[in-house]
């Protein structure tokens, strides 16, 4: 079973910066996609950024360019730069984890970007 533990959320202005983090822990397939969502009231979950364990990244359209994600793969942490932050980027971000056994979700981190 895997734990996934999230960080780094916060509150910033707009244009500002920002660097979550995700620490997984428990049995790691090496086989596996780790990615970032989001999900802002009233709206659905949607994919933020995603690599694979080859290393293999993709991006949301919304986030591309000014988001950027990364993985440590010795520290099985995964982290998501954030660029150019804009309002709304505001939402809830949630860690994700695919392997062979499925999914696993962390619990959530909220960024709030203020115009």
């Known amino acids: 079973q895997v734990q996934l533990v999230e960080s780094g959320g916060g509150l910033v202005q707009a244009g500002g910066s920002l660097r979550l983090s995700c620490a997984a822990s428990?049995?790691?397939?090496?086989?596996?996609?780790r990615g970032w969502y989001r999900q802002a009231p009233g709206k659905q979950r949607e994919l933020v950024a995603g690599?694979?364990?080859?290393?293999?990244?993709n991006y949301g359209d919304s986030v591309k360019g000014r988001f950027t994600i990364s993985r440590d793969i010795a520290k099985n942490t995964v982290y998501l730069q954030m660029n150019s932050l804009k309002p709304e980027d505001t939402a809830v971000y949630y860690c994700?984890?695919?392997?062979?056994?499925?999914?696993?979700w962390g619990q959530g981190t909220q960024v709030t970007v203020s115009s």
């Open positions: 428990g049995t790691i397939f090496s086989i596996n996609t």
């Open positions: 690599i694979s364990s080859g290393g293999n990244t």
């Open positions: 994700n984890l695919k392997d062979p056994t499925g999914d696993t």
